[in-house]
């Protein structure tokens, strides 16, 4: 990302990444790292299921503000476990034009899912 203005999920994740090592006392997302990747994965879990929630209750407004959350929370957990988020597009590209029916059978190990 040289040059370029930074956009969508790459903007937040350069903004979360940057808090690593603050001091926890002024910024969230530093408290965030301060309590441990066990505490992050809890803060994503639970953006998941307000969104599930808000996506069954069918409220567009609630599904938007969860919708955010859940991406803040997972950037800062791809920041905390060394990930970029162009891990991640290259994985999704490298699925395009694959079924995912078959990618998810692929992933089955003597009928068990990995």
Same mark, same amino acid.
């Given at each position: ?15 979360v990444a940057a808090r690593k090592g603050m001091d926890p006392n002024s910024s969230y997302t530093a ?14 879990? *639970?953006?998941?299921?307000? !969104? +599930?929630?808000? =996506?069954? &209750?069918?409220?567009?407004? %609630? ?17 905390d476990a060394g990930i970029d988020p162009s891990d991640i597009y290259n994985r999704l590209a490298a699925? *395009?034009?694959?079924?995912? !029916? +078959?990618?998810? =059978?692929? &992933?089955?190990?003597?009928? %068990?899912?990995?």
């Amino acid at each position: 990302m040289t040059g370029k203005e930074l956009l969508g999920l790459d903007k937040l994740f350069a903004t979360v990444a940057a808090r690593k090592g603050m001091d926890p006392n002024s910024s969230y997302t530093a408290s965030l790292y301060s309590k441990g990747t066990a505490k992050i994965a809890q803060k994503v879990g *639970e953006e998941a299921v307000e !969104l +599930a929630i808000a =996506a069954v &209750r069918q409220d567009r407004d %609630e599904v938007i503000s969860e919708s955010a959350d859940l991406l803040y929370h997972m950037a800062v957990l791809w920041a905390d476990a060394g990930i970029d988020p162009s891990d991640i597009y290259n994985r999704l590209a490298a699925r *395009e034009g694959q079924s995912g !029916l +078959a990618e998810k =059978a692929a &992933r089955k190990i003597d009928g %068990e899912e990995k």
